[in-house]
């Protein structure tokens, strides 16, 4: 067995500048979503970022539900958790609002609750079974609060097992 192999990750639109997070409501009433979670991390909850994310989903007519659960440096479990929520909230859109991690969550809970499965079907092999997602995710926009982790760009989702 081999123990590199070739990844090709594919980036997202970015768009950035002061003002950027006040247009999350209307880019994702543009495409289509209706109710949207927003994931955060308890230390983040109160922040602006989070405040200025829900006031333009809600500006906008967007039901917005927020989770501030999303634990830093998260787990199969933390995001299970997460995967729960979203399920259970038959949520159309979603907003990651932090660092890598509440992004990393939001991306979780937005790929289980459209295509459910085991929780290692996705996840890269030797660990998982490295299986290709079957279609499209809803739509999804990374707030970062940090620079660094780039979760923002990217559908990668790093967790510990």
Partial sequence: MPLESVITVAAAAIKYG?????????????????????????????????????ESLRRHGIE?????????EPTDSSLLEAVRVAAEGRFDGFVGVGGGSSMDTAKAANLYSTWPADFLTYVNAPIGRGEPVPGPLRPMIGVPTTAGT??????????DY
């Fill in 150 to 159: 780039g979760s923002e760009t990217t559908g990668v989702i790093i967790f």
């Fill in 64 to 72: 917005a539900v927020l989770y501030a659960e999303a634990r830093v």
């Fill in 18 to 54: 002061l003002g950027a997070t006040r247009e999350v409501g209307f880019d994702l009433k543009e495409l289509g979503v209706r109710r949207a979670l927003v994931v955060t991390d308890p230390g983040l909850v109160s922040s602006e970022p989070v405040a200025v994310a829900l």
